[in-house]
């Protein structure tokens, strides 16, 4: 009888292959001179790469565009986390709703809405400002750094707030009544001990959103390249898809620094969130924040917080609905309105690529998320319930991921899979997909693992059930939220993914977020819109279908028991 392979040993061989193969091969191929000569070492892609003139310029650009978002994203969230946790702000639940559902608007759509509302040339908001205070040239042009860091910023917002709401609801807030009585000012108040106790948090998002915002591809690519502005993620873009021959080998080289930025940054996250402790100001269980009153501020503030809510959410959809509609962007009015028609939605339904890209994204959005969430499930349960230390270096691993920009470790990928069969197809995009989206199912499974005692898997062991029985009748029924979540997160960023999917994909292996880019290339606005509103549409039909069923598998379990 054969005897099982030992768990975790297993499972590191696995996470290892998902997290570390593309590093290592993208090592390898930022010294090869290409496909055909892989292994032959030189460093000529270095020097070629970065003694480029105008790879000093991408560099700032790159810095000015993370720096911006991350500084823009954040003091929207500390305003809105103040508002949330401290102050007696009516209809809170918005804040609720401002830091999840922004996250099921795919980053690609949410830019094309701002391009389609501020373009310089036919934007609606410009024309609408042209026509009403009778300005010759267009008011803002989104094609441009500030537009970049505009969108962007907005994009990261929910990150920073999900990051600063919960330091601000701990914060002691007799410590700024002690500095008010003592003669201190609110300013002085503010940034003598409210900031320096939130240093941590505020340093916390401003390093993860400058993370996101690096790895970031669809602002650059819908707002930054038609202005032509570049960023570490477009330039490697530009090296894999313009000319005669994609040069993998400079890719990589580029990718080398972005990745090795995002890594170091990721550490300062770490250590930053682990020193939070010095910072704490709760001791006491009863405990209980003063809401401050805003007295006649109230409605004035809400109408703000509304308004945001309104462009992060509303916003988009709306526009890509009535772009969706007309044969041509051009600002609402009765003549617009009178040419409105079904055609751009019949024309995307009639497409074949754009049905196949269909297809392909809901196909790798079930599958992946599938097969994802079965992998956290025993990846969580080692890192919580093994305390070994083969348990800590597979929570390593399979965190690792987070801090790799998608399109560079679609780079290391290619590079794996041009020399196997697995080349141009789905399974290429689904183990991409897999590794870089780990993370995603991981956390809410290891907190729900966290929440079950070991009593209960002991009590089956004592009674004769065994591990795997012990985890499909007891551990498993128990995970059920978290197994829901951790399914709608990663079908939802399967569904919608783009970053890996421009490196990896292939005449045949086209997705939704692919067809859409190519749409914007050629200026299909109209195609894109209505593509975009199906790829909503996908991504919330899978969020509900999914909760409704974790409704029904717990309710049955309920009734079992």
């Known amino acids: 009888m054969l005897k099982k392979p030992p768990l975790t040993p297993t499972l590191i061989l696995i996470v290892g292959f998902l997290t570390v193969l593309p590093v290592l091969m993208l090592v390898i191929g930022s010294f090869s001179e290409g496909f055909g000569t892989f292994g032959t070492l030189t460093v000529d892609k270095y020097v070629e790469a970065y003694t480029d003139p105008a790879f000093a310029d991408i560099l700032l650009n790159t ?44 980053h690609i759509l ?141 890719a990589a080289a580029v990718g080398m620094s972005a990745l090795a930025a995002s890594i170091v940054l990721i550490y300062l996250y770490r250590y930053l969130t682990s020193e939070s402790s010095k910072y704490v100001t709760i001791s006491s269980r009863g405990f209980k924040p003063a809401l401050i009153d805003l007295k006649g501020y109230k409605y004035p503030l809400f109408a703000v917080v509304g308004l945001l809510s309104f462009v992060l959410i509303v916003v988009p959809v709306i526009v890509l609905f009535y772009t969706s509609m007309l044969p041509y962007v051009m600002m609402p009015s009765a003549k617009a309105f009178a040419q409105m028609s079904w055609k751009n939605w019949i024309d995307v339904l009639k497409d074949p690529v754009s049905l196949l890209a269909l297809k392909n994204s809901v196909t790798l959005g079930v599958v992946g998320a599938t097969l ?86 002991e009590s089956a062991r004592v009674c004769g059930a065994g591990p795997f029985y012990t985890m499909r009748r007891i551990v498993i029924p128990l995970l059920i939220p978290g197994i829901i979540s951790g399914w709608i997160l990663m079908a939802t960023m399967f569904v919608r993914e783009l970053t890996l999917s421009v490196v990896l994909s292939r005449p045949g292996t086209e997705v939704l977020a692919v067809q859409i880019l190519r749409f914007a290339e050629d200026g299909l606005w109209g195609r894109l819109s209505a593509l975009g509103i199906i790829m909503i549409f996908i991504s919330s039909s899978l969020v509900i279908a999914a909760t409704l069923l974790g409704k029904k598998l717990k309710k049955m379990e309920t009734t079992e028991g």
């Open 63 to 106: 810095l000015i565009f993370t720096l911006g978002s991350a500084v823009l994203a954040t003091l929207f969230a500390l305003f809105l986390a103040y508002m949330n946790t401290r102050t007696n702000i009516p209809f809170k639940f918005l804040f609720g709703v401002i830091s999840i559902i922004p996250m099921m608007i795919p």
């Open 110 to 250: 949410f830019s094309v809405s701002w391009v389609l509302l501020l373009n310089p040339s036919n934007g609606i908001l410009n024309r609408l400002a042209m026509h009403l205070f009778g300005l010759e040239n267009s008011f803002f042009n989104i094609y441009s750094l500030p537009g970049m860091i505009l969108v962007e910023g907005l994009l990261d917002l929910p990150i920073a707030y999900l990051i600063l709401a919960p330091a601000m609801s701990a914060f002691d807030v007799s410590l700024e009544e002690s500095s008010k009585v003592c003669g201190a000012s609110v300013f002085r108040t503010l940034t003598r001990v409210t900031l320096p106790v939130l240093r941590p948090a505020i340093l916390a998002s401003v390093i993860l959103v400058i993370v996101r915002s690096l790895a970031s591809f669809a602002v650059p690519s819908i707002v930054g390249m038609p202005g032509r502005i570049y960023v570490l993620s477009t330039h490697i873009y530009r090296i894999i898809s313009t000319g005669f021959a994609a040069d993998y080998g400079k």
């Open 372 to 457: 994802g969430i079965i992998l956290s499930i025993f990846v969580s349960y080692v890192i919580v319930k093994k305390r070994t230390v083969a348990a800590g270096i597979l929570e390593s691993l399979s965190f690792l991921s987070f801090s790799f920009p998608g399109i560079v470790i679609g780079v290391g990928f290619m590079w794996f899979f041009v020399r196997t069969p697995l080349y141009a197809t789905l399974t290429a995009l689904l183990i991409g997909y897999i590794a870089t989206y780990l993370p995603y199912g991981i956390r809410p499974l290891s907190s729900a693992f966290v929440q079950i005692h070991s009593n209960l898997e």
